[in-house]
């Protein structure tokens, strides 16, 4: 049976890795991913979970520690956060065209200067292209089955892709939640040992990372899109068996009220919840209103959002980064593009707000609604709106 | 000793782990080294290797010259590569999954991606203690890109980025002591070596490997083309380079200093130096000066050896009584 405890989410997190039994756990502290990596070495140290614990020197040794222990067959997990995913974004690179399974969690942080310690998504955006299959969990509880469900994923020998799993700095990982963990033997029925088919072996030799001429660049690198474009069906199929197996249903896109409303609102991350309640308060009031909330950053679920607001005419889209100089908020960007091209397609009104930690309150959410449907109708002199700055 | 010459490479095994066919330069003494290096080592072994040219001229889908799993990622992080296959052939074992028996691992690099850009990553590794070996292949410049000056390349040496001119002499920095560096994080093993003394290379390459914990080897490697010398005389600038000095050869083992030439007299470092085209411009002040600093860090090295032997011979003189308290 199940147990459902209250605890803090960066530790819930641990024992969800924990129940996944890695083999090499791989870490450089960075607030607020702290609490994550602490509760691991402690269950390294207390003997509750055998694993290495290597303590590196860098964040960049840390995914480099990775890469060699999933090449080497070994179920890999870490975790970091802003700078520290700056600091190794040359390494999380490499990754996903080597094929290497490696779990890690993202307490999503707001990249300096100035330095900030508190939660945004520019840390995210910034390794979009990097191949990585890219989950973003709204609860501990999506937490912890996302965690789960991430080895799995990517050690699907369709997929064999690495995965991250975001979560919002202090919004979740510092927040107490009951959260319910499945027993370790569900556990181990669901995510079978990693068998990774080629790894380093003295007794099979195969050399990794040899370099491409432009004779073959493109190839390996269509390989890799290929790849992770086929993965999202696997993503989904897995949901579906995590579902089966432990009754928590995930998608892509997840529906709150959207079904038929003309004005949606699109979250990304924990201030999800607070617009789940600025919604069901507007609903109540009568408004023709619904959101989305984006599970999947990448591979992007361009079918799951297109049909999630085919009914809607106003799309509003929330942004916790901002696109320097671009067009719009990189979310909202994105799907302006999933769109354009669609004969029917909503209007999509991009926002920017909650940056470095700033909050998001109900009412901010009721009148982020009310703003965009209004833009959508009269149009506005910005290429998109930064929420609650002060000019 | 002519007879043992002859003798002795039968006592080598033919299997090559570093394989003929690559691209290297003609008289490439890093390849020299690497062949050595890995023929010392049977095929239980997995390597990491650093982005430069051995990677470059070794590897290039869908070849590879090497007969040993192998693996490159980046510049500056072979030696965390290294800690992450170590710490995963370590759990898996411990934990009973089916994994070959006695596998070592060794990170290799160049001198840049050791003394500069890979710093942190080795003295980490090194810190941690991890049961692998570290192979710097040193050919004193940044030779994959095109003969740019590293930390490693040596005072009045010519390169691309430390050009001799008008206002220049070369480079005017010391070459970083990498050895002394691994050395000071207290590992069991750091030994230097060079292709021109191949038996010496392979032995240390081997006692490296076969250490538990983390080894450190520096192997000094002729490079004709960055070095501006004859491609027929890699060996010799080898063996000149520690019969002057400039390169002593020596074994550091659990901080116990050892050399491992036995050199009455130090030829003049201008032997070595006037068969290299980095270092022709240079006046024979310049050259003074070399000759002053490399004795002095010969010395250097000397006394700490010496100080070695002379503290055994005194042990031995008082007895092992005091040895054995910590």
Known sequence: MATRVGIEVSIAIADAVKLANPDVIAAYPITPQTHIVEHLAELVANGELDAEYVPVESEHSAMSACLGSAAAGARTFTATASQGLALMNEVVYVAAPMRLPIVMAIANRALSAPLSIWCDHSDMMSVRDTGWIQIIAENGQQCVDNIICAFRIGEDQRVLLPVMVHLDGFNLTHVIEPIEFPEQSEVDKFLPPCKFPLPLNPDNPVAMGDFAPPVIFTEAKWAQEMNIRASKKVVLEIWDKY???????????????????????????????????????????????????????????????????????????????????????????????????????????SFVGGLGGRDITVAGFKDMVKKGTEIARTGSKNEYEIYGVRE | MEKYAVYVPRLIKKRENFAPGHRACIGCGEALAVRMAFKALDNNVIVANATGCIEIVASQLPFTTWHLPWIHTLFENPAAVASGIEAGYKAMKRKGMAVPENTKVVA????????????????????????????????????????????????????????????????????????????????????????????????????????PGPAYVHILSVCPTGWRSATDTVNRQSRLAVQTGVFPLYEVENGVYKMSIDLPKLRPVKDYLKIQGRFRHLSDDLIQQIQDRVELEYQKILEKANNVTKRAKSKSKTGAAKASAR
């Open chain 1, 243 to 349: 579902n089966k197996a432990f009754g928590r249903q995930y998608y892509a896109v997840e529906k709150h009220h959207s079904d038929g409303a003309k004005v949606v609102l699109m979250t990304m991350g924990a201030v999800g919840e607070t617009a789940s309640v600025a919604i069901d308060e507007l609903v109540a009031e009568g408004q023709d209103v619904g959101q989305i909330r984006l599970r999947l950053w990448r591979p992007f679920p361009l079918e799951e959002l297109r049909e999630a607001v085919k009914d809607a005419e106003v799309l509003i889209v929330l942004d916790r980064a901002i696109s320097y100089g671009g067009p719009c908020g990189p979310v909202a960007s994105e799907v302006k593009a999933a769109f354009y091209d669609q004969a029917k397609r909503p209007k999509v009104v």
């Open chain 2, 108 to 211: 290799i690099g160049g001198d840049g991606a050791t003394s500069d850009i890979g710093l942190q990553a080795i003295s980490g590794a090194l810190e941690r203690g991890h049961d692998f070996t570290y192979i710097c292949f040193d050919n004193e410049a940044y030779m994959n890109t095109g003969i740019q000056r590293s930390s490693a390349t040596p005072f009045g040496a010519a390169t691309t980025t430390s050009p001799a001119g008008k206002h220049s002499f070369g480079q005017f920095t010391w070459k970083k002591n990498m050895p002394e560096i691994a050395a000071a994080h207290n590992i069991p093993y750091v030994a230097t070596a060079t292709h021109g003394y191949p038996f010496d290379l392979m032995a240390k390459v081997r006692k490296a490997a076969d250490t």
